[in-house]
């Protein structure tokens, strides 16, 4: 028995021995394609920031900007410590009413009961219902809370799950954001079923379980939980931990603290015990209890002094935000803060927190307060990137339905992080592969629609300044950014991936493409015949429509030569013939530019018809360089004046047109008048002839 136990621990050894020599020297998690495992820690992005450590905005800066996110329009803030003593309790349930009516209607015909059944609009009327509460009166005062356990805030009072999919019961569409320990709340109305407060917290409004609430005695005992002196706060960096499981204090035993959590520190005299023990590397704070009854207490409890906690606000540096963020990387992704984790949005919020901070829950809403901005919406991925090499570390990045912590640029990729739902495999073209995690990656991520996260970009903002203040501003635009825009908007110029590539010679392919499709596509009359249009060519109709309405010509009888780049002049030529202005000749009248006799003789009436209307400018004050290749921006730019001296033209006659038309019904109206005599006049007529 001995010697078989031996030969079995010999065996387990062996394979132990093994296994440990194949494992590299730091473990490798799975990550996305070009994400290194130096890349995972906080350090290798702060340090790519120049002063990483420089305090980027003082607890009084932070200060200003909070009030301004909560006095800025829409963005759903809540000054809770103004919030009205008193409020008419009937009205709020009528809006509560309507409010989960329009809610249960949106989820109608696509959400589960609680029997895995689609829910049926009984199901949803009983839900509704449970907003009334039977005590509402015209005249009730508020209460006044403190969260007591990490929960959620929700957006209709039950405690059924709202499921879009049996399979994934960890996306309830019922909740809104997390709620931290000892978060202050307003409660407003009960539930029916006595289940749910209606409360207020800084960033949202929504329902939340009774148990998870200890209702305070007063608005003064309220402030004294939550409102406490910098010289006595504790703040949790970290992403979670717990309290200690005590059977002592069961009321504070394994408690979930999460990132943001503000407590009270208490002064303890030395040898004196805490929850029996001698707080010895623990710092000793106050944590909310719920009583019995459901009132507030607060009672003295242990937190380890090696977790991730701060004496007072972190110093808001880009090295710390990295710190923070990174503390998160891994976790699960909670829609609305639910399965104990964070949503995008709400996760970049809670990040900000720990700095003082509170922004806006949503990305919409954030978008109104005055931070230094840009909408980056229809501009190319150029422009984007030139932006994004001037932003700091910790500049919020939103496209549609996403959030993103900046964290910088390395080797051409532009780096961020987030908490992602899904997104298009980089594995498997073309497939969705959920993710539901914190990661990060580069903005070449592509969504389900095939676009880059980087084509996608549309809002960047500094969260810890206001316009005009602090260090950062936003970068201006290049001169063709409007121009740029027209073209890509309009899918007049190809631009794979938002690389617009203004600097690159146009081509004539290029040049006929973009008029093609301002034209709005029409069909040719026959096809050119031309053998160097390679077959399936996206501008093989293009071509063919311009040479048949001899807007331009082939480069011999057999080839266009589609990639040959085209000159200034030459765009003048097709651009005036295009206009259908017909070449009569005539002086040059550039004779003021120095090079005005380079112009070829074909190109002369061209290219003054084209100056003439503002369409095509000098290259100085002093040359127009007509032999110069026009480069994508430029001819984007031509473009976009031309369709806009068309626009101003149909206009100017549409104006002449209308008021040639009111001049001709006056004039009738005047002659009218002039034949047909007044009552007046009749009966002054009709007397003289008496």
Request: hydrophobic share 40%.
């Amino acid at each position: 028995m001995k010697k078989t136990i031996k030969r079995i621990a010999a065996g387990l050894l062996g394979v132990c021995v093994a296994v440990c020599a194949a494992m590299p020297g730091a473990a490798q998690t799975s990550a996305f394609p070009g994400i290194t495992e130096e890349m995972t820690e906080a350090s290798f992005w702060s340090e790519l920031q120049a002063d990483a450590d420089d305090v980027l905005a003082s607890p009084e800066e932070i200060a200003r900007v909070n009030a301004a996110a909560l006095s800025a329009d829409g963005s759903n803030m809540h000054d809770l410590k103004n919030i009205a003593p008193r409020f008419n309790g009937v009205k709020r349930c009528n809006a509560l009413k309507a409010s989960a009516e329009a809610d249960t209607a949106y989820y109608l015909g696509w959400t589960y009961d609680d029997r895995g059944n689609i829910a049926s609009q009984s199901y949803y009327n009983r839900v509704i219902a449970n907003t009334k509460d039977p005590k509402a009166k015209y005249d009730m005062p508020v209460r006044y809370g403190i969260i007591t356990e990490r929960t959620e805030l929700l957006c209709l009072p039950t405690s059924k799950p709202i499921l879009d999919d049996l399979g994934d019961v960890d996306f309830d569409y019922r909740s809104l954001v997390g709620l931290r320990v000892n978060e202050p709340v307003v409660i407003f109305t009960t539930s029916a079923d006595g289940k749910f407060y209606h409360i207020f917290n800084s960033c949202c409004s929504g329902w939340v379980d009774v148990n998870d609430v200890a209702v305070c005695r007063d608005r003064d005992e309220w402030l004294a939980a939550w409102d406490i002196p910098a010289e006595k706060r504790i703040v949790f960096w970290g992403d979670k931990m717990y309290t200690d499981y005590s059977i002592t204090a069961p009321e504070t035993s394994r408690r979930l603290i999460t990132m943001g959590t503000v407590l009270e520190r208490v002064e303890t005299e030395p040898g004196e015990t805490v929850i029996n023990r001698l707080p010895l590397h623990n710092y000793v704070v106050y944590l909310p209890v719920r009583n019995e009854d459901g009132t507030y207490r607060k009672q003295a409890a242990l937190l380890n002094a090696r977790e991730k906690l701060s004496e007072d606000y972190l110093p808001l540096t880009k090295a710390n935000i990295a710190e923070v963020a990174f503390s998160s990387l891994g976790d699960a992704y909670g829609w609305g803060g639910s399965i104990n984790n964070e949503d995008c949005s709400s996760m970049v919020r809670n990040f900000y927190s720990c700095f003082g901070l509170d922004l806006p829950r949503n990305v919409n809403w954030q978008w109104v307060v005055d931070y230094p901005k840009m909408n980056l919406l229809d501009t190319s991925t150029e422009e984007k990137e030139a932006v994004l090499d001037e932003m700091p570390l910790g500049t919020i990045l939103n496209f549609p339905g996403h959030q993103m912590l900046y964290l910088g640029k390395y080797e051409g990729g532009y780096y961020v992080f987030s908490t992602i739902g899904s997104v298009s495999s980089p594995w498997d073209e073309g497939s969705r592969q959920r993710v539901r995690s914190v990661t990060l990656n580069t903005l070449d991520m592509r969504r389900m629609n095939g676009k880059t996260w980087m084509r996608e970009l549309k809002q960047i903002y500094i969260p810890w300044q206001l316009a005009g203040d602090g260090e950062y501003t936003m970068p201006l635009l290049p001169w063709y950014h409007e121009a740029v825009s027209f073209a890509m908007t309009r899918e007049l110029m190809d631009a794979p991936d938002g690389y617009f590539r203004p600097d690159e010679a146009a081509t004539r392919a290029e040049t006929v493409y973009a008029l093609w499709r301002l034209s709005g596509k029409p069909e040719p009359e026959g096809s050119a015949a031309f053998t160097d249009i390679p077959e399936g060519a996206s501008y093989s109709k293009a071509v063919s429509w311009a040479y048949g309405c001899g807007i331009i010509e082939g480069t011999s009888s057999a080839s266009f030569s589609p990639d040959l780049p085209l000159t200034r002049e030459q765009l003048a030529v097709i651009l005036m013939r295009y206009a259908g202005v017909p070449d009569e000749g005539g002086e040059m009248g550039l004779a003021g530019y120095e090079d005005s006799r380079e112009i070829s003789d074909y190109a002369r009436t061209a290219l003054l018809w084209a100056h003439t209307k503002g369409l095509i400018n000098g290259t100085s004050e002093s040359t127009l360089s007509p032999g110069a290749a026009v480069t994508r921006a430029q001819l984007a730019a031509v473009i976009m004046r031309y369709n806009d001296m068309l626009t101003a033209e149909k206009e100017a006659a549409e104006a002449a047109a209308k008021a040639e038309a009111e001049a001709a019904q006056a004039a009738q109206e005047a002659e009218a008048e002039g034949e047909a005599p007044s009552d007046a006049d009749a009966s002054s007529d009709g007397g003289a002839a008496a």
